[in-house]
């Protein structure tokens, strides 16, 4: 996935911002993908408000995948962590054993329908990316500059907050952004389970055989994708610069 040129990335969120506040407004793109008087534009319920729940949803996974992965990675490239590496590693790799219907169908009979077996299959699908990335941006920084650190009487702790992690920085965005598009697409399937997600539309036109819903879902499920992606590829440009100036 390749960053949007600016104007294309900000006539793309000028569009998905009308189409959800006003979706009427684009009936006659959709029309001609309906047959016997089918309704052109989801009706089922508000775009916008399914748009917000998935981006809800993706977040709260993706904030505590991000607080256990970092943290793991922490642990195991510390002198009194290492050994816990092996198990680290087999714990964050528990979500891509698994497909995420399966963890749905497997979450669903402990915790019920709704957003709770949705939360639980998007956070374990985003270990991995981000525990592999920490786990590299904290082992393959210069020994120079760690050196150099001890040099000026940094304690452990003050190495990791000020000089660890904000060079390992553009590392593990990179690890969260992809966590992100993976959640994004992932969490569609959520609406099997009664999950609010953009997945209701495109189950929706499924069901009715409405190739507009079906579109408009994945539509709005894409743009996020290639918007969020290019957000955080800026992030990581900004997090770049900065560590490498205070390095």
């Given amino acids: 996935m390749r960053a949007l040129p600016t104007l294309a990335r900000l006539a793309a969120l000028a569009l998905l911002a009308a189409f959800l506040m006003r979706p009427d407004w684009f009936e006659p793109v959709f029309r001609p993908l309906t047959e016997n008087g089918a309704p052109a534009i989801y009706n089922q319920g508000s775009l916008l408000g399914l748009t917000l729940a998935h981006l809800g949803l993706v977040a709260l996974a993706t ?34 054993t698994f497909p995420p219907v399966a963890v749905l169908a497997l979450a669903v009979p402990a915790v019920g329908f709704g957003a709770t077996p949705t939360l639980i299959a998007l956070f374990l699908y985003g270990l991995l990316p981000i525990f592999e990335n920490t786990l590299t941006g904290l082992t393959t920084l210069s020994p120079a500059v760690v050196e150099a650190a001890k040099g000026t009487g940094m304690t452990a702790t003050q190495r990791l907050a000020r000089v660890e992690l904000p060079l390992a920085a553009p590392v593990i965005l990179a690890g969260i952004r992809l966590s992100v598009v993976i959640g994004l697409a992932t969490a569609t399937i959520g609406s099997t389970v009664a999950a609010k997600t953009v997945g209701e539309v495109i189950i929706a036109g499924l069901l009715s055989n409405n190739l507009a819903f079906v579109l408009q879902g994945g539509l709005i499920v894409a743009v996020l994708a290639v918007l969020i992606y290019d957000g955080f590829t800026a992030l990581g440009r900004v997090a770049g610069r900065w560590s490498g100036g205070t390095s």
């Fill in 63 to 96: 904030a505590g995948a991000t607080a256990l992965a970092v943290a793991l990675a922490i642990l195991v490239t510390r002198p009194f962590g290492a050994e816990f590496l092996p198990l680290s590693r087999a714990l964050v790799n528990i979500g891509q």
